[in-house]
Structures are given as C-alpha cells and as structure tokens.
C-alpha cells in the first residue's frame, strides 16, 4: 500500500493539515509527524542547540518540539522503520501563500525539501488567502497532484511549491518563482518589566510578475506549480566567474583580478 508521510509548519493542530490527511487517506497510508506547535518562518532550519522530543499520539501521529525539517529527518530516520518508509512526503496546506522569495522562508517548502534531499519526493502545498480559511477544494486538488506524482515520479531532487488560490481550481500552471520588493516593517514594543522587545513584518511595495511567475498564476485564479531544487547553485553566473579559477592567491593581485574581486 501507498505509503506518505505528512508534516506542516503550522503545527499538529492545524486545520490545513487535518482536512489535506483526509483527502490523502483516501489513496494511501498516512504518517503524520508534525510540529507540537506553530512553527511559520522556521525555513531549512535543523535544530542543533537543544535535544528534541517526540510524543507519539497514536499508530499514525507524532509531535515534534521542533522545525519542519526537525520533523522529516526524524521520521525518516527514527520515527518509521524502514518497513514504512513513505513514498512520498506532502508539507501543509499552508495558511497563506508561499510566492515567490517567501519560499526561502517557508517551513512548508522546507519539509518537501528536507524529505528530497533525504531521498523521498516531496510536495509543499499552501492555501494564498489571509482569511476565510476553506481548504475544501485545496485538500482536493492536493490529493490529485499526490495520485499524479505517484504514479508519474519527479526528476530526481525536485520538489513541487504549490500554491492554490481559494475557491474553485479553474487551472493550473507550471511556473518560475516570482520577486517582490519588500521592506522590513519592524515594531518596537516595552513590556510589563520595562524592557524594549521587537515585532518583525514587512511591507509588499510590489511584485516583479512576469506571466510565467508564481505571483501572476495565483493572481488569474490558477494554481502554482513551481518546481524547486536544494542546488542554489547560479549557473547563469558559473561562465562569468571562471577567471577566478586562475586567481592568484599567493601575491598581490593583478589588476583585472582586482576590478573582478573588489574591495570591502
């Protein structure tokens, strides 16, 4: 039998991640090992500071007191034997999008990517709307993709960023990831002790949205399919910065080795 494993960034509690289990249980076995509490903006972040626990619920649910990635490196090395090992690792559905340089952020995106690196396919899916928070649809079409990647596979070391607007899914597009322009918005509060403490935000000036981006598909009402890789390799640059190969390290610089390094 199909087996997936499935984790969030919004905690076990999670009404994205009770109705997208539903839906997934209707085509395969799943394991639920998710955050014990909200985990948004942890991104790739591996906690190795502290030691970490893990409460089993039942035969099919555990809580980690960690980060996404926390959570798909323990059950894929811990948690489920090699008897269980999943087929396939669904992250979400997400309260809010994860568009365009968000995804960096996104503990969602970082649960698909972590169960890619590790060697298992992986599918992010997040719900873009701040409000009226229906995942009806959303798990629906979730579990379509799941039956699609099943049975077609991924190149290997891809991971799927879906974004699903609300409503009805009208269509879907494959896509590029977008770029905004933001500013920090930072909030300084004092305390009930006197003490200065900061709330970070941010405010969206605008999105560069060329009709190929994530922002855009989401924007015309379809969902964003945006394939993703761990490689954070720029190979447009790669020709570019092949003279430094011949650097010399070893005395002063040349003087076009000075114009290509720089100065700080």
């Not at 502290?50 to 555990?62: A, E, T």
């Not at 087929?87 to 365009?100: F, K, P, Q």
């Not at 924007?219 to 650097?247: C, F, I, Q, Y």
Request: hydrophobic share 35%; aromatic share 6%; with cysteine.
């Amino acid at each position: 039998m199909t087996r997936i494993l499935l984790t969030n960034d919004d905690g076990i509690h999670s009404e994205g991640l009770e109705k997208v289990e539903a839906a997934l249980r209707e085509i395969g076995d799943v394991f639920v090992v998710a955050p014990a509490s909200e985990m948004s903006g942890a991104s790739h972040s591996l906690t190795l500071s502290r030691p970490l626990r893990i409460r089993q619920i039942d035969k099919r649910h555990w809580t980690v007191d960690g980060t996404p990635t926390d959570c798909v490196t323990l059950a894929l090395n811990q948690i489920l034997t090699s008897e269980c090992r999943p087929d396939i690792c669904v992250s979400g559905i997400n309260y809010g999008g994860n568009l365009g340089d968000d995804a960096s952020y996104s503990g969602t995106v970082a649960g698909a990517l972590e169960a890619t690196i590790l060697g298992v396919p992986g599918i992010a899916f997040s719900l873009v709307t701040r409000e009226n928070f229906d995942f009806t649809e959303a798990s629906r079409f979730a579990r379509i993709i799941v039956e699609r990647v099943l049975r077609e596979g991924l190149p290997e070391g891809t991971l799927l960023n879906i974004n699903i607007p609300p409503g009805p899914v009208r269509g879907v597009r494959v896509t590029k990831q977008g770029i905004k322009n933001a500013r920090p918005v930072i909030s300084e509060h004092i305390d009930p002790r006197g003490k200065a403490y900061y709330w970070i935000g941010e405010e969206i000036i605008r999105w560069n949205a060329p009709e190929d981006t994530d922002y855009t598909a989401v924007e015309e009402g379809l969902v964003s399919v945006t394939p993703m890789r761990s490689d954070m390799t720029d190979h447009r640059s790669l020709a570019a910065l092949e003279k430094w190969n011949s650097m010399n390290v070893d005395g002063p610089l040349h003087a076009d080795e000075d114009q290509t390094v720089g100065r700080v």
